[in-house]
Each structure stands twice: as structure tokens, then as C-alpha cells.
């Protein structure tokens, strides 16, 4: 026990101390917050730009009116021009107007012919935005042909928004799906990253180690399933100390952007203001109440733990899977010929994931979240939807089941690839060491 220890801290110091470490370390949460900035910027900037579109109306579609929509917040508005087309398309750029807008007579049942120029393509949403004005100025008039009041119609359509509930034995707590897919998606996209980021390292690592043959003087001390035990939990004390370290830089940056750029934070509170203080006020009250129901809803502290136990679990079981492929490779390519099929789970267990976040409770999420190699994955995509318990004690059973099977298979294989040298390794010859009677 001593020794696995003595190589755990060696695997852990030896690649805490590296420069690429606190690099990757400090650099990763300032690229994702710079991103994150820039989105903010580019979509305040975004909104501030005020998109100027004439109308011909030749057909009077409109009737000089223009139908208002409160949902559009695209800063697009609209003016009548009264001019030949011909004449208006060699100047409207240089008035100022985006693009132009043709109406000719059409036929209100089957409307044909109306055409939007434009020096440069128009984008797919500002066009959306204005086939949404032509439909309700087409529904319009197609009501007023009918002898319905577009006002009375208003009044009486309706926009009804369902509540869910979910029933428990102790009572019920209101559901909010679109917390519940968020949290799902982060927290099985976070898994499949640590599998592959982590795995690959503890392949690479003992590739190193038997390329510059360092592991026949450490062989020679210590039983090969010792030093692959060590190396694959020091690297993986290397994964826990980095995710905690970006965790905390990425809340202290959250609170750090706005004092070094507060011309950022005033710009985005003049659009607030613009855009009516009231409003987003509300706006951002109801988006906290939702999070907070849709939170409530979750089982966060059996979501902790499942993350925890599914991160070491599935961690352990693909990097002892990992560490025999880089025990009989000796470069790079030799390990990505034999690499594929232990990838292929992880892959397939993000593609059940984005299947079980829609249906969490179909067949095959089931399945995805029982069967070993992708229930690290998929189970915790579920939990936050719920669980049965007979489901969840089962899928870590089989997980810690396959995890030992896996530790133990790749300890005869490493125990032989190792030690091998200039003969290349393949499946056939790994499951030959791993069932061989010694």
C-alpha cells in the first residue's frame, strides 16, 4: 500500500508542477469567461442596431398601419415609401433604409410576388421577423374580408401555458423541464469530457513512461498492477484538483469582468434602461423564480453525490482500459489503432444522453443508464428528471461490478505490455495475456 501510494504522489506532483498544468489550469476559465463576455457584448451590441425597412405597398397590404408585435425585440422598424419602384432601388441604401419591401396586388387566399431587396443578403432572422409582419397583415385583412374585428379575435385567442407537478409521496413540487434539461445536459457533457480528457491522459502517460523505459526500473520494485493503480489515481487527484480550481476562478471572474470592464456593465445597463427598466426588471425576476422552482424540483443533493460516485466510477473503469492500450503501444499511431473501441461507449453514451434528456424515461435510457460503459453518462442525464431507486442502486452495482472486471483484465495486460517492446500489440494478443492462467 505503500508503494501505490508513493506513485500516487509521484504521478500527482510531477504533473501539478509542470508549467502546461497551471497554464491549462489558470488559462481555461479566463477563455471561458472572455467567451462568455464577448457573447454578452456582441448580443447588447446586436441589440442596439436599428434596422430601417421601406415598404412599397402597391397592393395596400398594410393600410398604412403597421401591426405591432410585442414580442419583437429585434429593433427592426418599418416606413411608407410613396415612390416608383425603379426610382426608390437606386437610392434607398444611401437614405438610410436596410432594405426595401415590394407589394404589388396580390391574392389574400394565395399571396405571390412580394419581393424584399437588399444590397447584401439579409439575415434568416431579420427575415423571419418580416414574413411574421406580412402574415399578421395578411391575417388581418383576411379577418376584416370575413367581417371579424382583428381586436375582438385578439381578445379572444388564447395563450395557455401548462404548470407541471411532480407527485411524491411527501407531497408535490412544481417542474420546471427546461432547468431539468439544462442541468442534465451540463452535467453528462462534464462527464463525457472527463472520461476522454483524463482517459487519454493516463494512455499517454504510460506510453511515456514505457517509451523512455522508466517503468522497468519502477517494474522492478513495484508489482505492475501497483504502478498502474498509482498512476491512474494520481492523474485522476490531477483531474479532482483542476475541476476544483476552475470551479473557483470561474465564480471569482463572474464577479472580477464587471469591475475591469465596467464600460461593458454601463453599456448593457443603458440597453436595460432603453428597453423599458420595468420590464426587465420583471423579466429578470420571473427568470429567477423559474430557476429557483426548476432547482427545487431537482434532487440536488442526490445529484452531488451521483456525480461524484459516476466520476470516479466511470473515471477508474475507462482509465485502467486506457492505461493497457498505452501499455502495448509504443507511439501514438500504435495507440490509435487499438483506442477505437473503448471510445466508441463513451461516444454512444453521449448520443443515448441527448435521447434520454427529450425521453428520459424511454427504453433505450434505460438501457444507457444500466448497461456499465455508458451509465456514467446517460444515469446522470436522468437524475434530474427522477429515478427510481431500484434503477439507481442497480446501474452503480453493475458500474462498480464492471469497474473490478475492467481493473482486473487491465491488470494482466499490462502486466505483460509493459515489458514488451518492438512487437506491436493488437486485441487479440491483449485478451490472450488477460485470460492466460498464470
Not at 39 to 55: C, G, L, P, R
Not at 237 to 243: P, R, S
Request: positive net charge; contains cysteine.
Amino acid at each position: 500500500m505503500n508503494k501505490i501510494w508513493l506513485i500516487i504522489q509521484r504521478e500527482y506532483l510531477t504533473r501539478v508542477k509542470k508549467k502546461s498544468f497551471l497554464l491549462t489550469t489558470i488559462l481555461v476559465p479566463i477563455v471561458i469567461i472572455g467567451f462568455y463576455s464577448a457573447i454578452i457584448a456582441i448580443a447588447v451590441n446586436d441589440s442596439s442596431e436599428q434596422q430601417k425597412i421601406a415598404i412599397i405597398d402597391k397592393g395596400n397590404l398594410f393600410q398604412g398601419q403597421i401591426p405591432q408585435d410585442t414580442d419583437d425585440k429585434s429593433g427592426m422598424s418599418y416606413e411608407f415609401i410613396n415612390e416608383p419602384k425603379e426610382t426608390f432601388q437606386k437610392k434607398y441604401d444611401k437614405e438610410g433604409y436596410t432594405a426595401y419591401l415590394y407589394i404589388p396586388e396580390v391574392d389574400l387566399k394565395d399571396p405571390k410576388g412580394i419581393e424584399l431587396h437588399s444590397r447584401s443578403t439579409v439575415s434568416i432572422y431579420a427575415k423571419s421577423r418580416i414574413e411574421r409582419t406580412l402574415d399578421k397583415a395578411i391575417e388581418r385583412r383576411r379577418l376584416i374580408n370575413e367581417n371579424i374585428d382583428p381586436k375582438r379575435y385578439e381578445a379572444i385567442k388564447s395563450d395557455v401555458k401548462v404548470d407541471s407537478q411532480i407527485d411524491s409521496e411527501t407531497g408535490g413540487k412544481k417542474s420546471v423541464e427546461g432547468v431539468a434539461y439544462g442541468v442534465a445536459f451540463a452535467a453528462g457533457i462534464l462527464i463525457y469530457m472527463v472520461l476522454l480528457i483524463y482517459g487519454t491522459m493516463v494512455m499517454r502517460g504510460v506510453m511515456e513512461e514505457k517509451t523512455n523505459r522508466i517503468s522497468e526500473v519502477i517494474v522492478s520494485s513495484v508489482k505492475p498492477f501497483q504502478l498502474m493503480l498509482g498512476k491512474i489515481v494520481g492523474i485522476g487527484a490531477v483531474g479532482i484538483t483542476q475541476f476544483i480550481i476552475w470551479i473557483v476562478l470561474i465564480g471569482l471572474l463572474q464577479f472580477v469582468i464587471p469591475l475591469i470592464f465596467p464600460s461593458l456593465a454601463g453599456h448593457m445597463q443603458d440597453q436595460i434602461a432603453q428597453n423599458g427598466v420595468a420590464a426587465q426588471a420583471a423579466t429578470k425576476e420571473n427568470m429567477l423564480r423559474t430557476i429557483t422552482e426548476g432547482m427545487n424540483a431537482i434532487p440536488v443533493g442526490l445529484l452531488i453525490f451521483a456525480f461524484i460516485f459516476y466520476f470516479l466510477g466511470g473515471y477508474l473503469m475507462y482509465a485502467s482500459l486506457f492505461a493497457a492500450i498505452g501499455s502495448v503501444s509504443e507511439d501514438q499511431q500504435d495507440a490509435q489503432q487499438l483506442i477505437f473501441p473503448v471510445m466508441m461507449p463513451i461516444i454512444l453514451g453521449f448520443v443515448i444522453l441527448m435521447r434520454a434528456i427529450q425521453n428520459p424515461n424511454s427504453g433505450l435510457a434505460l438501457f444507457g443508464s444500466l448497461f456499465p460503459l455508458t451509465s456514467p453518462i446517460v444515469m446522470i442525464g436522468r437524475i434530474p428528471f427522477g429515478v427510481p431507486w431500484q434503477q439507481l442502486l442497480l446501474s452503480m452495482a453493475l458500474l462498480v461490478g464492471f469497474f473490478l472486471f475492467c481493473t482486473w483484465l487491465a491488470g494482466k495486460i499490462y502486466r505483460t505490455g509493459i515489458l514488451m517492446y518492438g512487437k506491436k500489440g493488437n486485441w487479440k494478443e491483449m485478451m490472450k495475456w488477460a485470460f492466460r492462467k498464470s
